[in-house]
């Protein structure tokens, strides 16, 4: 996985009055971000509830559970055909590949 950082960023003006309509430049505007609170609106931009930690954490979880699942699958299919020529055959189903473990 490639590395990811997870910064909070908040930029604030030093003084001087809010101009209604102020323009600028805001580095939400050109980097993919998420939560991004301005003055003038009511709610987030690109509001996302879960952070990039939990996301992961989710995904890698949904992995496990998949792989865990054609573990068992192999192991029940092993369980059912005791013979080698069985196993080379059940090995290749469950890799997707026609190489086996033997």
């Known amino acids: 996985m490639g590395d990811v950082w ?3 960023v908040a930029i604030f003006r030093k003084n001087g009055p809010l101009v209604d309509g102020l323009v600028g430049k805001f580095l ?3 980097i993919r971000c998420t939560n991004v609170w301005r003055l003038d609106e009511p709610r987030p ?8 930690d939990m996301l992961l954490i989710r ?3 949904a992995e ?8 068992s699958a192999a ?8 013979t080698r020529e069985g196993l080379l055959m059940i090995t290749n189903k469950v890799d997707g590949q026609n190489s086996n473990c033997f």
């Open 6 to 8: 997870n910064d909070f």
């Open 28 to 30: 939400s505007d050109d």
């Open 45 to 52: 931009r690109f509001e996302r509830e879960a952070s990039e």
């Open 59 to 61: 995904k890698l979880q």
């Open 64 to 71: 496990v559970k998949r792989l865990e699942e054609q573990l």
């Open 75 to 82: 192991k029940s299919m092993v369980a059912q055909s005791p």
